[in-house]
């Protein structure tokens, strides 16, 4: 079922992922996560699941949309502070 003003949802996932994208590509570019906290990465990814989740039980299509793809940019930003700032990796 689309919802009469999903577009305004789909505008507002479409920005807030490239926004969170051009801190994933910044964090990229200069390979320095020093101002990004473990925690912060971890509690956005945990709230991604838990926004996806949401999402697909009241068939919120922006948040589906929106949701993984934030977890994924969170994911890979979790890695390059593992590899960059200790030893696991």
């Known amino acids: ?11 507002a996932a479409i920005a807030g992922v490239l926004s969170y994208y051009s801190l994933v590509y910044h964090n990229y570019v200069l390979q320095n996560t020093a101002s990004l906290s473990f925690i912060w990465l ?11 989740i949401f999402g697909m039980a009241n ?5 589906i949309l929106a949701a993984p793809l934030v977890a994924i940019g969170a994911t890979y930003l979790i890695y390059l502070k593992l590899k960059l700032d200790t030893d696991i990796l």
């Open 1 to 11: 079922m689309i919802h009469k003003y999903e577009w305004i949802g789909f505008i």
């Open 42 to 52: 971890i509690v956005t990814l945990l709230l991604q699941i838990l926004w996806f």
């Open 59 to 63: 068939k919120i299509r922006p948040t």
